[in-house]
């Protein structure tokens, strides 16, 4: 035999490659798993783990900086208006300069912002790097989803966004953690701060990490966001309504878990890591077994669970008087990603392939602009009482879980 046909392990190097080569042929095989998208999730992944450090954080930080209820209220009520103005350009963006070039800038923009923050010596100054920070987490966002329409046939998208997700909530439920032990050991500002600084190390190696994405761009003729809007199916308009009302309960008490868990409960920094490590690592014990009964069986059942998880949170967050009761809270917390793959996997089915990028940033338009005063009606409902912005969150939630039902058809969501 020619030892040409048989790598001999005095070769160096043939040993490894060929280990490296038989991983990445086993992992391709399976659903959901292409090279587009493990770099996309890599490179959320990598920066997740630098923002979670200190993003739940943040409205202690600003409260250190000199913020009141109502101005930490104002800020969650600009970063939802900021998220919902960054999605249509971000998908425009995605589908006219491809997905690589788009995440390269959106990269560039946050690594800005976080700047900003690192160097901001009061609060407002918080806002201005916020508008930066927030070209990645939105304008990112059609691009993402749009890969994994791009790579992936109907029935194993909600792997894909399984896969996703997954990755995405690793960092999720171990930065908080530490991040709470920077706090404890130096300080709220000091603490983020150094957060910070991680984070904007991670962002220059997530540059490598994004090269690797190749997607050809599809060219279409020009349309505007009117005919994008005239694109969307009556499923996909049912699914926004419903959804819409699901993020205004979110809206409302999302900003206060921390102050209420910490000023009111009385927990330090580093036991509202933990709970938030909880929420994340039960997110991902039920996101694989969820993504592939969801490819089976249909996807209303797990969205439904989702949004009913949803309302049921600042209930949970308001009903509980200690440690015990806060974990419980906290798992529910965690049980409202069940569904997510799903409906994600719902937007892009309904999107044509050339739109993709663009309707899913125009959902997410006008879901996120929709609900932009959520919070800081939140902020005026904590003035009154603390727990009325959990109460109100509840009963809202309750009414988008009854609304998803009755109007989108099961046929639609399979």
């Not at 992992?27 to 783990?49: D, K």
């Amino acid at each position: 035999m020619k030892s040409s046909e048989y790598p001999q392990s005095n070769q160096p190097g043939n040993t490894s490659e060929i280990v490296v080569r038989v991983f990445r042929q086993r992992l391709t095989r399976l659903p959901g798993v292409e090279r587009n998208i493990l770099a996309a999730s890599a490179a959320v992944f990598l920066l997740f783990l630098g923002e979670e450090l200190w993003k739940k954080f943040l409205p202690r930080y600003l409260e250190a900086l000199g913020a009141g209820a109502v101005t930490i209220g104002l800020f969650g009520t600009a970063k939802d208006f900021l998220d919902a103005i960054y999605q249509y350009p971000g998908g425009w963006l995605a589908d006219h300069l491809g997905r690589r070039r788009a995440f390269f800038l959106f990269l560039a923009l946050a690594s800005v912002g976080y700047l900003i923050y690192l160097f901001s010596p009061s609060w407002p100054l918080v806002f201005v790097g916020l508008a930066f920070v927030m070209a990645w987490s939105s304008m990112a966002s059609p691009a993402i989803f749009a890969i994994v329409g791009d790579a992936l046939p109907k029935e194993q998208r909600a792997m894909g966004f399984t896969i996703q997700s997954f990755l995405k909530r690793i960092p999720m439920a171990v930065a908080p953690i530490i991040g709470g032990l920077l706090i404890a050991r130096m300080g709220v500002v000091s603490g983020v701060k150094m957060g910070l600084v991680i984070t904007l190390a991670l962002a220059a190696l997530t540059v490598f990490i994004v090269r690797i994405i190749n997607v050809p761009i599809v060219v279409s003729a020009p349309v505007n966001i009117a005919g994008v809007w005239r694109s969307f199916h009556r499923a996909l308009k049912h699914l926004l309504i419903s959804d819409i009302i699901i993020r205004t309960c979110e809206g409302l008490a999302d900003v206060f878990v921390i102050l209420y868990v910490t000023n009111v409960l009385h927990l330090s920094a580093a036991q509202y890591g933990v709970l938030v490590a909880v929420q994340m690592t039960t997110s991902m014990l039920v996101y694989l077994p969820a993504g592939k009964l969801a490819d089976r069986i249909g996807r209303k059942p797990f969205v439904i669970a989702t949004f009913l998880c949803f309302a049921l949170f600042p209930l949970s967050i308001m009903w509980a008087s200690g440690v015990t009761s806060l974990v419980v809270a906290f798992v529910i917390g965690g049980l409202r990603e069940i569904g997510e793959p799903s409906r994600k996997a719902m937007i892009v089915d309904f999107a044509e392939p050339q739109l993709r990028a663009r309707t899913v940033g125009l959902y997410y338009l006008m879901r996120s602009l929709t609900i932009t005063p959520a919070a800081a009606m939140g902020g005026m409902l904590w003035q009154l009482t603390p727990e009325l912005p959990f109460m109100t969150a509840g009963v809202i939630g309750l009414i988008g879980v009854i609304i998803f039902s009755i109007t989108v058809e099961e046929r639609y969501a399979s």
